[in-house]
């Protein structure tokens, strides 16, 4: 495994006159859990289907897990996993079900399928809704569901796209226990969100504003930096236009 | 392989699961054909007849018989003036009327040009011209013995129409009203169940696994395709069974032309579901992008043959046309694959084409 998980350079993308990700330039360590902050529009979305090969980039290079986006696409499918705001799993299928629809997907034998399925549904503590259609377990459970689906081939990256939009806080909490698991265990873990509560879990975050990123390092400094006590003060200050002079300062 | 396959079990999972559309998608087609197949006919039967006649003899009486005996006509009046008939018009108790000349018998006794007015009601002028012929043929037939009595010219007629010679237009319609609701609802199926991944956001995690383009959109057709095949066995019992429009040709043949049928029409709907986003969308292209083609320019009700050169053309494009040709050949031709090999050949073509549209359009990351 390369030192740098994910490698962009002035990574870009517009649709037609409109300029979604305007010359991104970042590193993620590996092991690390990296947190893309920004408001709805803000580009985060857009930049990570470039990453995950989902959307090709008008301008720039990335690497993702040392492939390059543009050429090894296929190569990077196999070494990510990939969870969106929406879950992903399949509502009318049972619990054991979806796990094995996704083990499946990606090429795991019958042996692993039925060994990581056990594991999986003994860590989550599901044994006993496991033949159950998943649109009958509760959203908590869900998300985690949906979260070990995502690492179910053992990716060397996982992104997670909003993935605790709409849930409440004790949930979000548990969730969030489970991504530190996640890294501990050596997955990267590249996390987008609108909750700057979240921003301070992470061991490093870039702030998205206009398709560019318009601050970067840890929760620490960055509050430090920009002599505010909460990251979503510094949010507010950076999303807002009037804010052009901490934008300025917190830039790095 | 182990990819395609959960693919596969899981796309079972979902038809099994939902048990009401999967009632609907086998029955659909059935209830469709039975109220088709009995709602657009050209046959002239159980016509309302009225008879005028002032002056009742044995010729006319006779004549009055032989209405009885064709089958065709249900006499429902006989009266003795012409102004009686207004009202049975009017009401749509008379669909045609006879009238005869006062002494219609005594006239042609005697040798004297003998008069009968047939009055049709021509509020649908197709159906209404078929009944006039149908009139006049029961006269002239009698006129023609009539005159064999007396001369001793003996002319006999002998009419045959080949492939359909009952004239029966089930016979006709059925081979393209089956391409009809097969393509609709293949069409339907894929369409809808591609784009509800897409709205559930599912789609995203496919295109983002190592899953091929090939594989998803195998994963979809595979399953669809045992339905279809369901759909096409049990139509084709009802033309059979219910309708006894004649398999003259080889059965596993028509069976191997409906899966391919099938195949076009579920490439259609995955095509549809490629390049739009939602359900609804996807359900308004499916029905307009199969319905509207198939019942006007399959040549299934309007032969193509009477239509301007360029909507002849643009016929040749949707695939019902050609699925049209090779059920009417095998069902009532009962001609085999040296005569059908053209046909098929395009409708072989075509699902290659739609698949490969597809599968292009799935490669989103090359946008």
Known sequence: ?252 | MNALWGLLRKEGYHILRDRRTLAVLIFMPVIQVILFGYSIRTDVKDVRLAIVDPTPDATTLELRNRFRAAGTFRIIAVVPTHADLAPLFQTDTAQVAVEFQPQFGQRIASGEVAQVLVATDATEPNSGSARQTYVTAVIQNYEQELRQRRGGIRIVPQLRSRFNPTRESTNLFLPGLMAMVLNIIAALMTALSLTREKETGTMETLLVSPLRPWQIIVGKVAPYLLIGFVSVIAVLLEAKLVFHVPIRGSVTLLLIEGMLFILVSLSLGILISARTSSQRVAMMAAMLGTMLPTQMLSGFIFPLESMPRVLQWIANAIPAKWFVVVARGIMLKGVGLSYLWPETLVLGLMTLALLVASARSFKVRLQ
């Open chain 1, 1 to 252: 495994m390369p030192d740098l998980a994910i490698q962009a350079n002035g990574l870009t993308r517009t649709f037609g006159a409109f300029t979604a990700v305007d010359h991104i330039t970042f590193d993620v360590r590996a092991g690390e859990v990296f947190g893309f902050l920004g408001a709805n529009g803000a580009g985060k979305t857009t930049a990570i289907r470039m990453l995950t090969g989902l959307l090709a980039p008008s301008d720039g290079q990335a690497t993702v897990a040392g492939h390059d986006v543009r050429r090894e696409s296929e190569a990077i499918k196999r070494d990510i996993g990939y969870m969106s705001q929406r879950f992903s799993l399949y509502d009318d299928l049972t619990v054991r079900e979806n796990i094995q629809l996704y083990g499946g997907i990606y090429d795991l034998s019958g042996a692993e399928i039925r060994d990581r399925t056990e594991r999986i549904l003994r860590r989550l503590g599901l044994e006993r809704v496991e033949r159950d259609p998943v649109h009958a377990i509760p959203l908590g459970w869900k998300q985690k569901l949906a979260l070990s689906v995502a690492l179910l081939h053992d990716p060397q990256i996982v992104f997670l796209d909003e993935p605790t939009s709409g849930v409440d806080p004790i949930t979000r909490r548990q969730f969030w226990e489970l991504i530190y698991e996640t890294a501990h265990a050596g997955t990267t873990v590249l996390v987008t969100t609108h909750y700057m509560d979240e921003a301070e879990y992470c061991d490093r975050i870039s702030i998205m504003v206009a398709g560019r990123i318009d601050a970067m390092g840890t929760p620490a400094e960055l509050k430090q930096r920009a002599g505010v006590d909460s990251i979503d003060e510094l949010f507010v200050r950076l999303a807002r236009p009037t804010g052009d002079r901490a934008q300025h300062e917190a830039r790095t």
